[in-house]
Nanobody, 122 residues
Framework: QVQLVESGGGLVQAGGSLRLSCAAS????????ITWYRQVQGKQRELVAG???????NYEDFVKGRFTISRDNAKNTVYLQMNSLKSEDTADYYC????????????????WGQGTLVTVSS
């Protein structure tokens, strides 16, 4: 009964910006941790960035200084702000959230978004 809906992808010129959203719905108590991945068609999914259960943010080197994770706990929504986009950033982007639920959903579960396509033209 927990779902993630991603949005914000699209076509953008190199050097531009996009803000991806990952909205959780259902019987959610709290977002515990956040992970963003991306995947180029035909290639393996790779880690982009995350926020741990302790609240610390981590970014892979290829996005440091350009991408920023944020969250709005009141809306159960997380964001990936993407600036200075490069053609190499073209990929399907996926969010994965670890959440706890309200009764009768008890305990920690991980939920994946459906993905949103980012295309950067050069």
């Amino acid at each position: 009964q927990v779902q993630l809906v991603e949005s914000g992808g699209g076509l953008v010129q190199a050097g531009g910006s996009l803000r991806l959203s990952c909205a959780a719905s259902g019987n959610i108590d709290k977002i515990i941790d956040i992970t963003w991945y991306r995947q180029v068609q035909g290639k393996q999914r790779e880690l982009v960035a995350g926020i741990s259960s302790g609240g610390s943010a981590n970014y892979e080197d290829f996005v440091k200084g350009r991408f920023t994770i944020s969250r709005d706990n009141a809306k159960n929504t997380v964001y990936l702000q993407m600036n200075s986009l490069k053609s190499e950033d073209t990929a399907d982007y996926y969010c994965k959230l670890g959440v706890t639920g309200k009764y009768p959903l008890i305990g920690y579960i991980e939920v994946w978004g459906q993905g949103t396509l980012v295309t950067v033209s050069s």
